[in-house]
């Protein structure tokens, strides 16, 4: 197995389109990541008439009871913040404390999205072989680049670890994720064992694994940090009977608060006895233990 050494766990509150394109919601669910202790607060950018064929952009939404307008076009629209948004989003993270990042799905956003400068940005599994994009961020961005690697086979893998090795920037800003694309993912589907085959292929070429999870619950999280994934992302929602398709594989704000509680606890785990008989032993050991 790969050697690593563990560190603190960091984590991503993906609020994505789960604001329903309200920035007051956004603001709130910002507020409340920062409550659960979440490292960063995660949204999504769409250019939409750049994704989206004129077939697509107005074919209806293949589920209306989660759209947000009459075609898939207009839904998609609905739920888009501008470049100014972001930035007053990125604003507001950084006046209470915490982190603010965002996923982009084309090339037009990925260059808005640098524009704001944040720490790290993220490729969704659904762009990670839209290479013209990849390579704005590349070659642009100076920031970690932060790509999951949901539906995507190894050999594509290897394509997308190699793109970053020939300007020499995958050990440094590179950060590439085990996830399952699927919401919500049952637990046989996971995979978490993918972690380890990340850590034996790319563990010395990327910067770092993380673990992008669309289960239920939170126990699955503690085992993918033990696997050596520090960063650990998760949907984020405050009510996940709300109107949309991201909410019923998101964590309320209770589940996130104790997610983080549980990493944070591992963290403090791992680790090796710094003597044969701990401080905390020795009493147990001089009362209990058998002399003879």
């Given at each position: 197995?790969?050697?690593?050494?563990?560190?603190?766990?960091?984590?991503?509150?993906?609020?994505?389109?789960?604001?329903?394109?309200?920035?007051?919601?956004?603001?709130?669910?910002?507020?409340?990541?920062?409550?659960?202790?979440?490292?960063?607060?995660?949204?999504?950018?769409?250019?939409?008439?750049?994704?989206?064929?004129?077939?697509?952009?107005?074919?209806?939404?293949?589920?209306?009871?989660?759209?947000?307008?009459?075609?898939?076009?207009?839904?998609?629209?609905?739920?888009?913040?501008?470049?100014?948004?972001?930035?007053?989003?990125?604003d507001y993270c950084e006046k209470i404390g915490i982190g603010y990042s965002t996923s982009?799905?084309?090339?037009?956003?990925?260059?808005?999205?640098?524009?704001?400068?944040?720490?790290?940005?993220?490729?969704?599994?659904?762009?990670?072989?839209?290479?013209?994009?990849?390579?704005?961020?590349?070659?642009?961005?100076?920031?970690?680049?932060?790509?999951?690697?949901?539906?995507?086979?190894?050999?594509?893998?290897?394509?997308?670890?190699?793109?970053?090795?020939?300007?020499?920037?995958?050990?440094?800003?590179?950060?590439?994720?085990?996830?399952?694309?699927?919401?919500?993912?049952?637990?046989?589907?996971?995979?978490?064992?993918?972690?380890?085959?990340?850590?034996?292929?790319?563990?010395d070429r990327v910067k770092t694994i993380g673990f992008s999870g669309h289960h239920l619950g939170i126990a699955i999280d503690n085992a993918a940090f033990t696997l050596g994934?520090?960063?650990?992302?998760?949907?984020?929602?405050?009510?996940?009977?709300?109107?949309?398709?991201?909410?019923?594989?998101?964590?309320?704000?209770?589940?996130?608060?104790?997610?983080?509680?549980?990493?944070?606890?591992?963290?403090?785990?791992?680790?090796?006895?710094?003597?044969?008989?701990?401080?905390?032993?020795?009493?147990?050991?001089?009362?209990?233990?058998?002399?003879?």
């Open positions: 197995m790969f050697d690593f050494n563990y560190s603190a766990p960091k984590v991503i509150a993906e609020i994505g389109c789960n604001h329903m394109g309200s920035m007051e919601i956004a603001k709130e669910l910002i507020q409340l990541a920062k409550e659960c202790k979440s490292d960063y607060a995660k949204f999504q950018k769409r250019n939409n008439l750049e994704l989206l064929t004129e077939e697509q952009y107005n074919a209806p939404h293949p589920n209306p009871a989660n759209s947000y307008g009459d075609t898939y076009g207009a839904h998609r629209e609905y739920l888009e913040f501008t470049k100014e948004q972001h930035q007053e989003l990125k982009v799905w084309d090339v037009i956003s990925a260059n808005e999205i640098i524009e704001l400068n944040p720490d790290f940005i993220k490729v969704p599994s659904a762009c990670n072989n839209n290479y013209a994009m990849l390579q704005v961020l590349r070659d642009t961005y100076k920031g970690e680049i932060h790509i999951s690697f949901g539906m995507t086979t190894q050999e594509e893998e290897e394509e997308v670890v190699r793109f970053f090795e020939e300007t020499n920037a995958a050990k440094d800003r590179l950060v590439i994720y085990s996830c399952t694309s699927g919401y919500p993912v049952p637990f046989d589907n996971v995979c978490l064992l993918e972690i380890n085959r990340l850590y034996e292929r790319f563990g994934a520090n960063w650990i992302e998760r949907h984020f929602t405050k009510d996940r009977t709300w109107k949309g398709t991201d909410h019923a594989a998101s964590l309320e704000p209770t589940g996130f608060k104790k997610l983080v509680r549980d990493l944070n606890a591992t963290y403090q785990a791992l680790s090796f006895k710094e003597e044969e008989i701990l401080e905390i032993e020795k009493v147990q050991r001089a009362k209990l233990k058998n002399q003879k």
